[in-house]
């Protein structure tokens, strides 16, 4: 029974009407609170907030006989009424319903100091002590029966794929049920501190989201759900108290022990926690010296390519992280390590055609001692990772084989591998690209595939040309533009004073002027709460990850240090995330990176710019929020160290060590105590 009537405070049930619906102030009478018949005189008077009824706590509790203490430092008082017990804190939801706080409610409308007296919402308390409650529209009056039982009800929002008690072990789907609106959200609270951190949000309340439990959240915790209807305000679930004890060892997959390995390999493995990140180990059974093979995110598989010389009897183990940086080893597993000689050549494959010059390089998992190419059989280089250049006298069909010689003096080799070589007469210019703006001194340098002495350099503008220098094949001409505007610079081969071949001419800006670089925010010792602030302010509204956010911002901008401008203007953009486009200020010009013949220059692009920060901040998240490539992302980014990998499964970076990069700012900035939440 006392369970029964318990529950029922959680739900905040409004009352009816008449009394929820209050017209102006002016005109409604006064709330009456009558316990047993008796009306109570209180001083002040019950308030309507939110559609809840609140009174002085003093009042109606000792009337009740009930035994109030308040603890005016953490702002907190305690209730208990024979059996039934009650602890609440001031502008908190969650309210204790034993000493160990395993069972408790949320309440509608926390409780909170009105004209320097503690007001709580009537029905819940009345409730919760074990009272009936109901309303009298005539009267305009609340009544309080303590000698009958509370009426049955049923909580309109529940949770769906977790129980009463239940060990949370590893991923569980929570759902919230009975409820639709605009939001979801799930809490893991610890009923201790009456704190947690947000395990689950979105914007479909009828989806699962997937909790992955944290070893350093381990212990007896309350899970609860809310949703925000279409008034805007959030309702909220019974708490559902649990035990989080994630299984914590790794599972090693994708080989069995006593196997032979004889290349190729991918390993997998199973985590059940929050993994900041696993290492692939490999451990010699003879000396016991290990070789860790990669580092990847939770659940990532791993491909090793095993050389010689890992021949023999081995061990392969996975070791994962929680955020605290606590190792969790998997069982080893023996196998041996028996792989094949293996030469990989890629460079040429079987019926390839080859129109301009390439590299050939060869790579082997054992040393490699020498190398010869040999093209239609006869000698072409003994040199890897060996530049080859050609034109079009080698039209035709051709092989290639490859001679690889290993430490003992063994030749192993690849090919032949037919293939046909189609090059067209070319002379290709570097140095410039099409659309640069020039703002300094470059090296221009031109190479082609025909016989060539001499490379002469030329400069079009004003619609004259004139010759800027000469130097052989490949060797590099210093210039720098003398005046600004649009040029255009060609390349001209010569072989013993006879023209051979031009480049096509590329057109681009040369600009003489100030150019402004990226700025700082704020100093860099201030951007950690700068960035904090938004980054709360966000996570309440959206459930992302605050730590995450920061990271992010941090390790974009160097700690705000650099904020792009306008090259040219030093209008200062706000952007901190480097989003390109049109902001709510327009646009600012930056550069960016692009490949012209082999070789990487910059261009001028368009980057967002805002009025202030917050509308870089929020546009930032509404990416995140919104674009379907970060579906992944979304359903991982309550979890900071989860959101980090999920980043990166979505494309945010093309960076490998991006997610490792972030986790290790929040774990040395501390930053994850920003995702803690209080109820």
């Known amino acids: ?37 008796q009306q109570l005189r209180l001083d002040p008077a019950p308030v309507i907030l939110n559609d809840r009824t609140l009174v002085p706590l003093r009042g109606v509790f000792e009337a009740m006989g009930a035994v109030p203490h308040w603890d005016g430092e953490s702002r907190t008082v305690q209730v208990t009424l024979g059996s039934h017990y009650v602890k609440l804190q001031i502008d908190r939801r969650l309210a204790c319903l034993n000493l160990a706080c395993t069972s408790a409610s949320v309440l509608d409308v926390p409780a909170q100091i009105i004209e320097n007296r503690t007001y709580v919402p009537i029905r819940f308390i009345s409730t919760a002590l074990g009272a009936r409650v109901s309303w009298d529209d005539a ?55 009456r704190t947690g951190r947000l395990i689950g949000a979105g914007a479909d309340s009828g989806t699962a989201y997937t909790f992955t439990p944290d070893p350093t959240q381990a212990g007896s915790r309350l899970i609860i759900a809310a949703v925000k209807d279409e008034s805007g305000q959030y309702r909220y679930s019974e708490p559902v108290s649990v035990q989080v004890a994630p299984t914590t060892k790794p599972t ?18 199973q985590v059940q926690f929050a993994t900041t990140h696993v290492v692939y180990r490999l451990i010699d059974t003879a000396t016991g010296q290990t070789t860790d093979l990669a580092t990847v995110g939770p659940n990532d598989p791993f ?10 009897a081995k061990q392969v183990q996975v070791l994962a992280y929680d955020r605290a940086g606590t190792e969790y080893r998997s069982d080893p597993v023996a196998v041996t390590v028996n792989s094949n000689y293996r030469t990989v050549f890629n460079a040429i494959k079987e019926g390839d055609t080859l129109t301009r010059p390439l590299t050939l390089s060869v790579a082997a ?98 619609g004259q040309d004139r010759l800027l220098g000469e130097r052989a094949p490949g060797e590099a001409l210093p210039w720098a533009p003398s005046s600004g505007g649009q040029k255009t610079i060609y390349a001209q081969a010569f072989q013993g004073g006879k023209w051979v071949l031009s480049t096509e001419p590329v057109t681009f800006q040369a600009y003489l002027g100030t150019v402004y670089k990226a700025r700082p925010i704020v100093e860099k010792s201030q951007f950690k709460g700068f960035a904090s602030a938004m980054a709360v302010k966000s996570h309440e509204e959206t459930g992302m990850s605050a730590a995450l956010q920061v990271a992010q911002g941090i390790l974009e901008t160097g700690w705000g240090q650099y904020v792009p401008v306008d090259k040219y203007t030093g209008q200062f953009s706000y952007n901190l995330f480097g989003m390109k486009g049109t902001g709510t200020a327009g646009s600012i010009i930056s550069t960016t990176w692009e490949v012209y013949n082999g070789v990487s220059y910059t261009v001028d692009d368009y980057f967002r710019a805002y009025n202030n920060v917050q509308e870089n901040w929020s546009d930032h998240k509404e990416l995140l929020l919104t674009r379907s490539w970060y579906a992944s992302f979304r359903a ?22 991006y997610p490792i990069k972030l986790i290790n700012l929040m774990k040395s900035q501390g930053l994850f105590e920003l995702d803690e939440v209080e109820l």
């Open 1 to 37: 029974m006392h369970a029964r009537r318990l529950l029922v405070a959680l739900t905040g049930i409004s009352l009816t009407a008449s009394l929820l619906s209050t017209p102006a102030a002016t005109a409604a009478p006064p709330v009456q609170v009558i316990l047993n018949g």
């Open 139 to 193: 009267a305009r009056a609340v009544i309080i029966e303590t000698d009958k039982a509370p009426f049955p009800y049923t909580a309109p929002l529940a949770i769906g794929g977790v129980r009463a008690g239940q060990v949370i072990t590893g991923p569980v789907d929570l759902k919230a049920t009975g409820l639709t609106g605009s939001q979801v959200r799930f809490y893991l609270m610890d009923p201790s501190t």
């Open 636 to 657: 991982v980014m309550t979890d900071p160290v989860l959101g980090a990998w999920g980043l990166k499964r979505s494309g945010y970076a093309t960076d490998p060590q």
């Open 303 to 312: 491909t090793w390519y095993p050389p010689i010389s890992a021949n023999g």
């Open 365 to 462: 998992n054992y040393e490699i001692d020498s190398v010869r190419f040999l093209l239609d059989g006869k000698l072409l280089s003994a040199e890897n990772n060996h530049w080859w250049k050609f034109g079009p006298e080698a039209n035709g069909p051709h092989t290639m084989t490859v001679e690889v010689k290993d430490a003992r003096g063994t030749v192993r080799t690849v090919g032949p591998i037919a293939f046909t070589i189609n090059a067209t007469p070319s002379l290709w210019l570097t140095g410039v690209g099409p659309k640069q703006v020039v703002t300094g001194e470059v090296a221009l340098k031109a190479t082609t595939n025909m016989p060539a002495d001499q490379i002469k350099f030329f400069l079009r503008e004003g």
């Open 252 to 269: 090693l997959t994708g080989i069995t022990a006593g196997s032979t390995i004889p290349g190729p390999v991918t390993f997998s493995h």
